[in-house]
């Protein structure tokens, strides 16, 4: 496990520019303690816990918004704590850390309700990278950056308040028409097909569905393109594109 000395990134914060709460379950005190002391680092506020009740005691006192979580401990199996976490805090985000590391286990847990998997060894940049992109994906977090707007056109979308208006109206999306919108705003007049946008908007091998793809284009088209003028186009067999419609 890698504890070299790092420089801290931007600072990463709650919307209302609190610190993140992550919750590090973890039977094994030596490791824990490296954890919660990178994690404190990032400026973050932590507990841990070594055993199933403990986590979920701590859960429910400390409502935190992530929790790097292994998945073999003392008085039980992490995820039956998992369960008992989203049960209090459904949009917690969760981060297994385990050594075990086949397909069949990295399936369960995922199948479980975990967010992301490490194995041990870890590289403790590694770890920070992987939340640091899950609170992001959640939508729990904000980085201090000013800059962080997308426009195309009369489109913008501003990446910290996950935010997205149209010609100055707000328009309302579910996290993955953000995460598909924002994709397609970062690739401005770029054909896109539905493999790549697969591989960047989900996480996981959807077998090939393409009709994914195209279901959550219509629902985008409904409420960025209704009674306006048309910014995603279909490039028939080719894939997608969002371009300023014309003035």
């Not at 910290?160 to 999306?173: K, N, P, Q």
Request: proline residues 6%.
């Amino acid at each position: 496990m890698d504890t070299a000395p790092r420089v801290p990134p931007a600072p990463l914060t709650r919307p209302d520019g609190s610190p993140v709460r992550v919750l590090v379950v973890d039977d094994e005190p030596d490791l824990t303690e490296v954890l919660a002391g990178a994690l404190r680092y990032e400026g973050w506020q932590v507990r841990t816990a070594g055993d199933v009740a403990s986590a979920l005691a701590e859960g429910d006192a400390f409502r935190p918004d992530a929790v790097v979580l292994d998945i073999m401990l003392p008085d039980g199996n992490g995820l039956a704590a998992l369960r008992g976490l989203r049960a209090a805090r459904p949009d917690v985000c969760v981060l297994f850390l385990t050594a075990r590391d086949s397909v069949e286990d990295r399936v369960a847990g995922i199948t479980a309700g975990g967010d992301d998997y490490v194995t041990k060894p870890f590289s403790l940049e590694e770890v920070l990278a992987r939340l640091r992109g899950l609170l992001r994906r959640a939508g729990m977090t904000r980085e201090r950056d000013d800059a962080a707007l997308l426009v195309v056109g009369d489109l913008t979308i501003d990446e910290d308040a996950r935010e997205v208006t149209r010609g100055g109206e707000a328009i309302d999306l579910s996290p993955t028409e953000f995460e598909l919108l924002r994709y397609l705003m970062r690739n401005p007049r770029r054909v896109l097909s539905k493999a790549q946008i697969l591989d960047q908007v989900w996480s996981y091998d959807f077998g090939g569905q393409a009709h994914v793809v195209e279901l959550y284009i219509s629902y985008l088209r409904r409420k960025i393109d209704a009674g306006r003028p048309a910014m995603i186009h279909t490039v028939r067999g080719a894939g997608y594109v969002l371009k300023a419609a014309p003035q």
